[in-house]
């Protein structure tokens, strides 16, 4: 096992999502709920590449549902299961009505992204989701107070899983050519006097 | 009291501007040498187990009120034609760690097999900082050379340089397993912005002298000199610095609207005083003449700092000569500032900025404990505002770069992306290289004049978090957006990916909130620069501990 910083974990995380497909921003969003995650289970790196892995598979919420969300109607499962991330990020941008919580959203795929996205929000799942839960449906209800980030742990990760993930980080890397090595970095000057 | 508005960040963040900055009583080190001072320190020489040639290891132990800290320091012989100030080095004449605590016999020697190896070594949280230097070859030979012989160096050669060890790189905040920033921001003396990098670098100047005083003493045991005391104080230690450190203000808004808005906080204070005390003129007059000698020794290879620099020191006699009749008039500080606005360069005026500063201590550094941030407050999104507000206040925020026109191949010829051999930033040409479409999101302007135009395709009164919800490739720009609407100083004002973007303008604005002098632009990407260079020795304001007392 290889212990990583908290930063580490952020970094990498931030970087494989990006690499995986979501969006820049969307990939800082899941960069920091991947520290949330890894500061309460050592199998962070296991669900962050579940993640990676599986972000061609989910898709996002269609506007149809999200009225029926904030509407307080009963939900309707589409035919593939929920981006976790997306799904979170609507929640945090534009948290639903107080009228419409509790809520309930079907058919989540690898749930626990949701419950460590809305860690920072005053919500969170009614009931707790393991690591690896594939598919499940959510209830999202309202607390007091976001949750206090928690310091002094450290993400530990096997290196299997490791490589997996810098797999999918070296995606937003772009090898060097002969010119970028000389003029990337800041042009050929002698620097060694 | 006059109130004074605070110079707005349209004259504050722009590049050139930024690119004249110079540090100020403000700036980290200074305030971590204040703290040091206030609260006491002690510092001893736990280890120093080097050989004839200076190799091998030495600890310093730092003892503040509440805890211990230590400079871990190898030496290790390196070929000359491995010597770079480059990232893509691999190998250094010393490494480094700031370590929590006395490291015991057994943690040396953890520390010994991977500090040399820098990035490719692995560190724990007791690890605080990680950094290397290098040698600056020929000055330090000269240097051991001459106390050998009992003589002390050639005070303007040596003078000229600054320093006889450059530092190539200082990590923190969790890097390469290192402790995270989290862990030591609750404690009052590593709280500040980079005091932790900053407390390791003033330990390394410390053995940077010690190392030459041991080889010189090595070489001739009876008839060797130590280095002069005012010349140990008049060196620094020496820096490269390259794009790595570029981003850091972009992807730190919120830090870096509270760095800045802390100096310009006190310039205002400052030129509001409606009275210049006897005290603070003599203050002023000497770190004006502390400036004045200091822009003598400063060299640089760079046609355009050289020319800055002649000018600067113009400007410094200017100011000379007028000083006694600007500080008769009345709110004599302002007067001198709208002085150097009127007819100073911009290194000129920075250059007065900090200056102004320097006499007034009790007026302004309660503001450096501001600046830091809790970047939490910047990662969430408000999506329950319009489509049609947000577009307005991108227009607002962003009226600066409404006349860059990004169809122009100039203003969009550079990309910024991480290398896969160095996993370091790079700036790269975008007509010219492949990997565009792997660009970094530094490209600010352009996207937020992109994210204005796609939201001015949707209906005005739609949610944010609807837009956002088909359209999360503007994500990282709305949450920007927010952020430099209600933080003024954390956008740079000026596009950064244009044909004609020097980044060793933004290095330079970084470095000086560090404490940064003797700029030396070697190139448009990558300068060199010293700390700590004329500032008390870490064993002048740190009473030195007993040998042997505990730590």
């Not at chain 1, 972000?55 to 009225?67: I, K, N, V, Y």
């Not at chain 2, 003493?217 to 008839?223: L, Q, V």
Request: overall charge negative; charged content about 25%; proline content about 6%.
């Amino acid at each position: 096992m290889i212990d990583l910083s908290l930063n580490e974990v952020e970094t990498l995380s931030a970087k494989a999502a990006r690499g995986a497909g979501f969006s820049w921003g969307l990939a800082e969003d899941i960069g920091r709920a991947a520290r949330q995650i890894a500061v309460e289970d050592e199998n962070w790196g296991s669900a962050m590449l579940s993640l990676v892995e599986n972000a061609q598979s989910f898709e996002a919420p269609a506007p149809d549902r999200t009225t029926r969300w904030r509407n307080g109607e009963a939900d309707v499962a589409a035919a593939r299961p929920l981006c976790p991330i997306r799904t979170a990020a609507l929640l945090l941008d534009d948290p639903p009505p107080a009228s419409a919580m509790p809520l309930t959203i079907l058919d989540v795929g690898l749930p626990v992204w949701l419950d460590a996205m809305l860690r920072r929000s005053n919500m969170r799942m009614a009931r707790p989701v393991g690591l690896m839960t594939p598919l499940a449906d959510v209830i999202i209800e309202g607390r007091a107070a976001a949750m206090q980030p928690i310091t002094g742990r450290r993400g530990a990760i096997d290196e299997r899983t490791l490589a997996a993930l810098n797999s999918f980080a070296a995606k937003t890397y772009v090898p060097e050519s002969e010119r970028s090595r000389v003029r990337g970095a800041g042009g050929g000057r002698v620097d060694d006097e | 009291m006059t109130a004074i508005a605070l110079r707005p960040p349209e004259v504050v963040m722009r590049l050139q501007r930024l690119g004249a900055a110079h540090p100020t009583r403000l700036s980290f080190l200074r305030q971590l040498i204040r703290r040091a001072t206030r609260e006491g320190w002690r510092v001893r020489k736990d280890r120093f187990d080097l050989d004839d040639h200076g190799f091998g290891h030495a600890v310093y132990a730092v003892e503040t009120p509440a805890r211990t800290y230590s400079l871990v320091a190898f030496s290790t012989p390196l070929d000359d034609e491995k010597r770079s100030d480059r990232v893509i080095a691999q190998a250094w004449d010393t490494s480094y760690v700031l370590y929590d605590g006395l490291p015991d016999v057994a943690e040396i020697a953890r520390l010994e097999a991977n500090a040399p190896l820098q990035e490719v070594g692995r560190f724990t949280s007791r690890e605080l900082v990680l950094a290397r230097a290098n040698k600056s070859v020929r000055l330090f030979e000269e240097v051991a050379s001459a106390l050998a012989q009992g003589q002390q160096p050639d005070e303007e050669q040596l003078l000229g340089v600054g320093y006889l060890l450059r530092t190539t790189a200082v990590y923190g905040n969790g890097k390469f397993g290192i402790a995270d920033r989290d862990e030591i921001a609750s404690r009052p003396e590593l709280s500040g912005s980079f005091q932790a990098e900053m407390l390791t670098v003033w330990l390394i100047r410390s053995f940077t002298l010690d190392l030459v005083d041991h080889i010189a003493h090595r070489r001739n045991p009876i008839g060797a000199a130590r280095l002069a005391p005012d010349l140990r104080r008049a060196l620094g230690v020496g820096n490269a610095t390259g794009l790595g450190m570029a981003p850091f203000l972009v992807r730190h808004p919120l830090l870096t609207h509270s760095w800045f808005l802390a100096r310009e906080t006190a310039l205002a204070r400052v030129r509001a005083e409606p009275h210049a005390g006897e005290m603070e003129r003599k203050a002023f007059l000497q770190a004006l003449t502390d400036l004045r000698r200091r822009v003598t020794r400063w060299y640089s290879d760079d046609s355009r700092q050289a020319a800055a620099t002649r000018l600067l020191a113009d400007n410094l006699d200017t100011l000379t000569e007028n000083l006694d009749q600007l500080l008769a008039k009345p709110h004599p500080w302002d007067a001198l500032y709208r002085f150097a606005e009127d007819r100073f360069s911009l290194e000129g005026q920075e250059a007065c900025v900090s200056l102004l500063l320097e006499p007034h201590g009790a007026l302004v550094d309660d503001l450096g404990d501001t600046m830091k941030a809790d970047e939490t407050p910047g990662h969430a999104i408000d999506g329950s505002v319009t489509c049609g507000s947000l577009r307005q206040a991108l227009l607002d925020s962003y009226s600066w770069a409404a006349s860059v026109d990004f169809d122009d191949p100039a203003a969009n010829a550079r990309f910024w992306y991480v290398s896969a051999e160095k996993l370091e930033p790079r700036l790269g040409e975008r007509f010219e290289e492949d990997g565009a479409e792997l660009e970094q999101p530094l490209a600010t302007a352009r996207d937020a004049l992109g994210l204005a135009a796609a939201l001015a395709q949707e209906p005005a009164s739609n949610r944010l978090a609807d837009f956002l919800l088909h359209r999360p490739q503007w994500r990282h720009a709305a949450r920007r957006a927010q952020i430099v609407a209600r933080f003024p100083y954390s956008e740079i004002h000026d596009n950064l990916i244009g044909a004609d973007l020097r980044p060793v303008d933004i290095l330079r604005a970084k470095l000086a909130f560090f404490g940064a002098r003797s700029f030396d632009p070697r190139s448009d990407r990558w300068l060199r620069i010293a700390l700590f260079s004329g500032e008390p020795l870490i064993e002048d304001v740190a009473t030195p501990a007993p040998a042997g007392a505990a730590a």
